[in-house]
C-alpha cells in the first residue's frame, strides 16, 4: 500500500500530467499589405439557343492576406467593348451590385473579334479574344483551359492554401498605362450550350 503513495510515484503522476498538458503560444503574424490589384471576371456570352445582348463584367480589388470579407468592388470604372468593326458598347455599373458593370446591347456573334477596355483609376486596361464556336463536351476552350490549370496548379504543390506559388500566374489582360502594376484575371468571349437531363 505504501509503495502507491511514494513520493516517486507522485513525482511519475506529476511529470506525466504536465507532460500531456497543452501548450498555447498565440503567434501574430504580419503581411504586408502590398499594392492593390484589379480583378477583372471579363466574359461574353452568346447562349446557344437563346440569343440575348445581356452581358455582365466583375471588377474587384485585391485585398489583405487574412481578410474574411468579399473582395472589395472596384467602383467607377469606366468599362466598354469595342467589336470588330469599331461599334461601342459602353457598359455601366450595376446600381445594386457595386463593381458589376453591364449592357442589354452586345449581342455576340461568332468569329468577331471583341476587345476590352477598362479605365480605373486613371490606368488604362485591355485584353481581346475572338467568339468561337462551342466547343464539344469532350474538349475545352484552350486558352482559358490554361488559364484555369495555372490558377490550380501552385496550390496543389502540399493541398493547402499556402502553398507557394510557382510562377505568377498571368491572365490574358494588359495594363496599358504601366506595364508594371498588372491585373488579375481573364476577359473572353465564348458560345454557351446548355443541356439540361432529368435523371430518374
Known sequence: MQANNSPVRRWCVMVALLATSACEKVVNITVPEGAKQLVVEGRLERVRGAVTGQQRIRLTT?????????????????VRVVEEGGRVVSFGEVVNEPGVYATADLIAVLNRRYTLQIIYQNELYEATDVL?????????????????????DPSANDGSPFAVPLASVRGNISNL????????????????????????
Not at 498605362?177 to 430518374?200: D, K, Q, S, W
Open 132 to 152: 468561337r464556336a462551342v466547343p464539344p463536351i469532350d474538349s475545352l476552350y484552350e486558352p482559358v483551359y490554361r488559364f484555369y490549370r495555372a490558377l490550380s
Open 177 to 200: 498605362t504601366t506595364a508594371a502594376n498588372r491585373p488579375l484575371g481573364y476577359f473572353m468571349a465564348t458560345e454557351v450550350a446548355e443541356a439540361r437531363a432529368v435523371v430518374p
Open 62 to 78: 485585391t485585398d489583405a492576406y487574412f481578410s474574411n470579407t468579399a473582395l472589395p468592388p472596384a467602383r467607377g470604372a469606366s
